[in-house]
């Protein structure tokens, strides 16, 4: 995702707009907010993606050439998430293959360097805009992948994806990835878009140019805020988008948009404006999903892993100890059944104060109550019995 606003008209109802949020941290298993909830769901399916291009030159509207010289590697960042269990993720196009004056953006700094100019990326973006930049003899030479950590210190494995082919689709943004791996946790697409749904993002957003720094982290950051309105973009017409109540930064593109259940309601597309970004709707993937024949499931171990974690949110520890476990066994690299499996067997193990207090209460009931039927009893006891003969009843004094 390039880190420019887009600047267009977008004929949408804004939503309210609440103050977005970023987890510095993956939130505990032990949280009791819906969204971070929502977020530990679906953590298990995000992947850090970065694109390879090699540039040799970039050419302007008038024919001048820009050559790259021996820095003609472009590199793109973004952010995958599964959609099927087999290996297939769901990114955007301008992240997998970049092309066009999205690719000139990310290659401009590279350009202008050769000629000794430097300057913001604002200006490269305007440099770009201006005299109608282009790349020329762009190839894609490798795509990599990264399944998301909630470890800062944990390097996960790389892994080489490939673009499916016929998947990709331009005018919405869209590319299928596939990689080697099968029980993988699949997000459920969800194609409900009601203004004001809380709502967290999930992507590998960074505040510089990809070109120029990479970040190392494999922790995604999770943002929260809520779901705008619904129009169309002059700039990109035919196509319903979505505001999104979140700041999306150069990194975020190809990221899902949660729910609290964990449910995808789009895909990270574009930064609109400070506080706001633009998403493709849930259903845009469908349809590239039907089309391509590809079945959206949960999978079994999507499954396992919500069954544990809504098991240990409820204090059910022993269920939630048998589906983490079965989750783990179905996917062995997933980056928090291990850490959620350890902590429901501690909780397991550790008095819980409810758990006595509750049963102190019953016990002290139950006392209460034995002793006021043996009160009762002893008053019965104690108090003069009336006479069967009226004439017979004691004087009253």
């Known amino acids: 995702m390039r880190g420019y606003h887009i600047r267009c008209c977008i004929a949408i109802a804004c939503g309210l707009v ?23 769901l679906g953590f298990g399916a995000i992947y850090r993606v970065q694109t390879t291009i090699d540039v040799p030159a970039l050419r302007t509207r008038s024919g001048k050439l820009f050559p790259l010289g021996r820095l003609q590697t472009v590199t793109e960042l973004g952010t995958a998430f599964v959609v099927a269990p087999n290996g297939v993720l769901v990114t955007d196009a301008h992240v997998a293959a970049p092309q066009g004056v999205q690719l000139a953006f990310a290659a401009a700094p590279l350009a202008l360097a050769q000629q000794g100019i430097f300057g913001s990326s604002a200006a490269y973006n305007q440099w770009v805009t201006t005299n109608g930049v282009l790349p020329v003899g762009a190839r894609v030479t490798s795509i990599t992948v990264w399944r998301a950590s909630a470890d800062p210190h944990q390097t996960t494995p790389a892994m080489t994806a490939t673009v499916i082919p016929a998947s990709v689709e331009r005018a919405n943004d869209l590319a299928l990835l596939s990689i080697p791996a099968h029980n993988l946790p699949s997000l459920l697409l969800e194609e409900d878009e009601t203004i004001g749904t809380p709502v967290a993002t999930v992507g590998y957003g960074v505040a510089t140019t990809t070109t120029l720094g990479l970040p190392a982290t494999h922790v995604p950051a999770i943002k929260t805020g809520t779901l705008g309105g619904n129009g169309t973009s002059s700039s990109l017409p035919g196509q319903q988008l979505t505001l999104v109540n979140i700041p999306i930064t150069q990194g975020d593109s190809g990221g899902p ?5 964990g449910s995808t309601r789009g895909i990270v597309r574009f930064l609109y404006s400070d506080a706001r970004g633009l998403v493709d709707q849930s259903a845009t993937i469908t349809h590239l999903l039907m089309r391509m024949h590809i079945a959206n499931t949960q999978g079994a171990t999507s499954i396992a892993f919500s069954t544990g974690m809504h098991a240990l949110w409820a204090h059910h520890y022993a269920a939630a100890i048998t589906a983490l476990t079965a989750a783990l066994r179905l996917d062995p690299q997933h980056p928090l059944a291990a850490t ?14 409810g758990r006595h207090s509750r049963w102190w209460r019953v016990g002290f009931l139950a006392l209460a109550g034995i002793a006021f039927l043996a009160g009762g009893w002893c008053l019965r006891r104690l108090r003069p019995t009336a006479p069967d003969h009226p004439d017979l009843a004691p004087p009253i004094e």
């Open 340 to 353: 959620e499996l350890t902590l429901a067997r501690t909780l397991a193990a550790t008095p819980q104060p």
């Open 18 to 40: 609440v103050p977005a949020t970023a987890f510095a941290t993956v939130p505990s298993g032990t949280t009791t907010v819906p969204l971070e909830q929502g977020a530990l």
């Open 257 to 261: 948009v949660l729910d609290a259940h």
